[in-house]
């Protein structure tokens, strides 16, 4: 296993909290501050910026993915530590915003722009209850406003995300946002198990 992996980062966490998946997502993932944070600024503060230039109320903003746990849940990713190269992912939850998305959406996969692969990918979030921006957002009415955002969230967070990539991804409501982040705890709980970190 690559050292450089958050797998018994994960495990020991996971393991101190009872080994409960949704409590665990409730625990890390929607309280508190992240572990990649500085510690000099206030997280509740960078989410109200982010709310308030999205146009969403600061309580539909959640920072996910490694910034938040330290680690990333994504076995793709080999569960890496979050390093100055990773990604912020920003989750916001906003049922106006999804359906509005999803209608544009609709227009957007009718369209030959994206390869059938990349179609089937955007189909199965929305299905989900999700839609990630990363691959739509220039093409959405809200887009160009949301890219430019994405430097003022960087920059007001220093020098150490200076290298950082925001993504957003949108969620209908605050259970899709949940069982997905769920799903995510599941598979890392199972790979962990199937690597051996449970006895480690």
């Not at 909290?17 to 944070?37: I, M």
């Not at 509740?44 to 849940?73: C, F, K, N």
């Not at 990604?87 to 999803?102: C, Q, T």
């Not at 959406?105 to 179609?119: H, Q, S, W």
Request: aromatic share 12%; glycine share 6%.
């Amino acid at each position: 296993m690559n050292d450089a992996s958050g797998l018994p980062e994960f495990w020991k966490e996971f393991s101190s909290l009872g080994r409960e998946v949704d409590f665990f997502v409730t625990a890390r993932l929607f309280d508190g501050t992240p572990a990649a944070w500085p510690q000099e600024l206030s997280y509740i503060r960078w989410r109200h910026l982010v709310a308030t230039e999205l146009g969403v109320d600061p309580m539909a903003v959640q920072l996910v993915g490694s910034a938040r746990l330290g680690y990333s849940l994504n076995p793709k990713k080999n569960f890496r530590k979050f390093h100055s190269g990773s990604d912020l992912d920003i989750a916001v939850i906003s049922p106006e915003l999804f359906d509005r998305a999803w209608r544009e959406l609709r227009r957007i996969i009718a369209e030959k722009i994206f390869p059938n692969r990349t179609k089937d990918y955007l189909r199965k979030l929305v299905f989900e209850e999700c839609i990630a921006l990363d691959i739509v957002l220039p093409r959405l009415s809200f887009g160009e406003q949301w890219s430019r955002s994405r430097d003022i969230f960087i920059q007001d967070l220093g020098e150490t995300f200076s290298n950082c990539e925001v993504n957003y991804r949108l969620y209908r409501n605050h259970g899709s946002l949940r069982n997905y982040q769920v799903k995510s705890v599941n598979i890392a709980r199972d790979r962990a198990i199937e690597e051996g970190v449970d006895h480690g």
